[in-house]
């Protein structure tokens, strides 16, 4: 019992941002769960990877003290955790499909935005589970099946 205890706690303290961003995260698989359009739920699923890799920033990165150039959370997710770096390649390659979708654009079929939805709360998991923060997985093919 208190091994089951253990597990369930932060390994590290995680920031109020880094919770915050896993909690919005959270939000957007939701919102992408409960959307018709395929572009929606892409483009919602997209966005909770997207805080769920800067929570990992958030939680692992150090501040600089200079302003550096802004750079896209997937090129940094694998400098500051090197685990993640497939992950990264992953999302960013879909991140101007992302964009279109945000648009309007009806740029992905139900498959893309179905997998994507997946994928994403899959990212989450371990991301979540890196930070050793409890995961709550969601009800994904029950709620894809009613689509």
Known sequence: MTVLLER???TAPVSSAGLDLVMSARRSLTEAMLAQAPSARYAAAHLA???AA???LAARSQPVGRRRRVRSVWVLLPE???EFTEWATFFAAGARKRAAAEAGV???SER???DLLRDADTFLARVVGSLGLPHQPMLLAEILSTN
Do not use: F, H, T
Request: proline share 6%; aromatic share 0%.
């Open 80 to 82: 500051v955790a090197a």
């Open 8 to 10: 369930q706690l932060p």
């Open 106 to 108: 009806a740029c992905v």
């Open 49 to 51: 990877a997207l805080r």
């Open 112 to 114: 893309e935005a179905d």
């Open 54 to 56: 800067a929570a990992v």
